[in-house]
């Protein structure tokens, strides 16, 4: 195979013109665009309309162009480097019939003189200098060498870091709130979990020479707590006694679960680091804390129940109108009747019932069962709430808020503080270190302890652009999360009565009439109903 290609030559009725040679074997011919181009370079003029003409001919053929003998034009070509500059490609157009072909010495110190240096393969172009040329044809003559990127490093937990299993239905409608398994039991020696450490990659060089990094990895450490050991190579932790496992915030805890009959007269109020299992009642008043799971197999008065983890209570709540609860994860119970709140911070609600309370989930509310019933009072979840029967035909007040997680906003609220803080804090120190240097570029001598003053100021301020990079990242997440929260809806797979309040983000309506089966969402700026 071989490529078309152009000459220029003297021709036989006297002057000069430029020959066309057609390819062979499959090869490309020139394009018009190539052939004006090499003639504007060696300022030859031309008439634009003949060249075509004589080129589309698609035979070999000699197109007049001027008067006098060939001018004498060397063998030349044309270099184009990769936008990455990773690669080199040169292609050859032949000396006049006056002029004189380029050696492969000339060749190679050409390419010197352009700083190309590395990753020179030179086979191809060799035998082009050693034969009578291959011309119009794209050689690679210099392959740079890319970076091989590298991992992050990943973390592997060997227990369920997930614990939003909701409870199963049986078969009688009702829902079986008493096997949940959502306490993760683990053993002395048990190994929690695996690092895989960062993988930093390796640098590439560029035909330049340059040396072309690559990109930046993270680097993880495990987080956990007094029961967990870390090994010598700080890549695998384990359980140092028999207990339940749980991951907060990115930090793993074992802890022993604290189990009693009652909470009431005979145990006072609980408080344990760990997870908490009551076999029988929460009488009122009494407050059990725990930093794991709440666990109530009986039924929870006017308590205050405070879980780090989730709170679940088999027989349900009657909170008196005092009775609190608070998970930093889910809250699952037969039902909630009367309570003051009751709050699932980063998770949802699961309920056969709710009656006059005021509750609210970071995730979803899930009111099912025989009843799924919500009747009166305040819920409110980030992104759905579910419900077999909303509102009350005697127009008790309901309330259900969809779109708002309360402890989102508050983080991003604060978020954006520290950030305009760090940013002020940047900015205020700048000057400083930029005085700093004018005044040493000039010659001035400063004092040790100047000099450390300058020293400190600059790993404080590097510090505070690399909190600021986090904190902008965590903004930019919080940001997603609202995003995602405007597609919040409310599902009723029974009927929702006349009355009853919707609000979707910042918008609200109050239902009218009575319907069945049907969702709220918000669209184009309202609370619309549609079917499910």
Not at 100 to 122: A, C, P, Q
Request: hydrophobic share 35%; aromatic share 8%.
């Amino acid at each position: 195979m071989q490529n078309g290609y152009f000459r220029l030559v003297n021709t036989p009725a006297g002057g000069f013109g430029i020959k066309f040679v057609p390819p062979k074997d499959g090869g490309t011919p020139v394009t018009l665009g190539e052939v004006m181009e090499w003639l504007d370079g060696q300022k030859i003029a031309y008439d634009a309309k003949v060249v075509k003409n004589f080129l589309e001919s698609g035979r070999e053929i000699i197109c007049q162009l001027g008067k006098g003998t060939c001018p004498p034009v060397n063998e030349n070509y044309k270099l184009t480097v990769s936008q990455d500059n990773l690669q080199v490609s040169v292609r050859f157009y032949p000396a006049s019939e006056t002029g004189s072909r380029m050696s492969f010495n000339e060749f190679l110190t050409d390419l010197k003189y352009r700083n190309i240096v590395f990753g020179i393969f030179t086979d191809e172009v060799q035998q082009h200098f050693q034969s009578e040329g291959v011309f119009c044809t794209d050689f690679v003559v210099a392959k740079g060498k890319p970076p091989r990127h590298g991992k992050d490093a990943e973390i592997t937990y060997f227990f369920n870091t997930d614990l939003k299993v909701q409870p199963t239905m049986k078969e009688d409608g009702s829902v079986d709130y008493f096997n949940l398994n959502v306490i993760n039991h683990c053993t002395a020696g048990e190994v929690l979990g695996r690092m895989t450490p960062a993988d930093e990659g390796e640098p590439g060089t560029d035909v330049y020479g340059n040396r072309i990094k690559p990109r930046d990895v993270r680097h993880k450490n495990f987080k956990y707590g007094n029961q967990v050991e870390l090994s010598e190579d700080k890549l695998t932790i384990t359980s140092k006694v028999d207990g339940h496992v749980m991951l907060v915030e990115d930090k793993v805890f074992v802890s022993n679960v604290y189990e009693v009959e009652n909470v009431d007269i005979s145990t006072g109020n609980i408080e344990f680091n760990g997870s908490v299992q009551v076999n029988g009642n929460v009488a009122s008043n009494y407050t059990v804390r725990a930093t794991g799971n709440v666990v109530v197999n009986g039924v929870v008065e006017g308590a205050h129940i405070f879980a780090g983890g989730n709170i679940i209570i088999a027989r349900g709540m009657n909170g008196m109108g005092k009775g609190t609860l608070d998970a930093t994860g889910n809250i699952v119970a037969k039902f909630i009747e009367n309570a003051k709140t009751a709050v699932a911070q980063n998770g949802y609600i699961n309920t056969e019932s709710i009656l006059y309370s005021d509750v609210s989930a970071g995730d979803c509310i899930i009111v099912n069962g025989k009843k799924g019933l919500v009747t009166g009072g305040h819920v409110q979840a980030a992104n759905k709430v579910e419900v077999k029967t909303l509102g009350a035909q005697l127009g008790a007040h309901t309330i259900v808020e969809v779109g708002v997680n309360p402890k989102l906003k508050k983080d991003y609220i604060q978020m954006q503080k520290d950030t305009a803080e760090l940013m002020k804090e940047i900015k205020s120190a700048q000057p400083i270190i930029v005085s700093f240097a004018e005044k040493r570029a000039k010659g001035v001598h400063f004092a040790p302890e100047q000099l450390k003053y300058l020293k400190d100021i600059a790993v404080a301020t590097e510090e505070k652009k690399q909190e600021l990079i986090r904190k902008t990242e965590l903004l930019d997440e919080l940001q997603k999360a609202f995003e995602s929260q405007k597609k919040a809806v409310v599902e009723v797979t029974g009927e929702v009565y006349a009355g009853t309040t919707i609000v979707i983000g910042d918008v609200s309506m109050v239902v009218q009439s009575s319907y069945r089966y049907c969702k709220f969402e918000r669209v184009a700026g309202e609370v619309k109903m549609a079917p499910l």
